[in-house]
């Protein structure tokens, strides 16, 4: 693949590329916004894709570049969130959801990857959820491959933490509340 193939191939990226930046961004507009600077960013600076290179994963590194700095321009101008909202959570399709008991453990584990520090969520939204290796995550990211095992696996550990009661039995999770059952 070269250069010249990207516009071809943007509109197949477009779907997993919003997804990313949705779940990134935390906001629909915020999202739409990202998608098509990056995408812009990319046509512009298609000379530097690297041959060998997968276009997704050079995408999701200037989308994650973009956001950054999306991030460092609202921190100057001291306005923005970056917390999701419930209806934010509807609006990422998930295939694999088949029952409501499906549906309510989704909501539960994206609530907790939710509430991840910033690199962990990054890094398990490229492995587990885009489904990238851990070199493709670490290009992307910009870091080596070893602080990218570290951010999962210390985020693999938070989350199972949070699914565990203090006996090590699995617990639900009341994410509406904020609380743990044994809390209430």
Known sequence: MTGQDLPSMLPGLL??????????????????DLVQRACVHALERVHQ????????SWMYSIVHTTWINEIRS???????????????????????????????S????????????????????????????????????DVPIGTVMSRLSRARRTIGDRFRNPEGQPRRIDNTAGAREEDA
């Not at 001291?78 to 998930?94: H, Q, Y």
């Not at 539960?108 to 959820?129: C, K, S, T």
């Open 15 to 32: 779907p997993r590329l919003w997804a990313f930046a949705l779940r990134i961004a935390g906001d629909r507009h915020d999202a739409e």
């Open 106 to 141: 989704y909501h539960q584990v994206f609530g907790a990857v939710d509430q991840l520090p910033e690199a962990q969520r990054l890094v398990v939204l490229l492995v587990a959820v885009e489904g990238l290796s851990y070199q493709e995550a670490a290009q992307v990211l």
């Open 49 to 56: 894709w690297q041959p060998g290179t997968s276009a997704l």
């Open 74 to 104: 609202r921190r100057v101008r001291s306005r923005g969130s970056l917390a999701w909202e419930d209806a934010d959570v509807e609006t990422v399709p998930d295939l694999h959801a088949a029952t409501p008991e499906d549906l309510a």
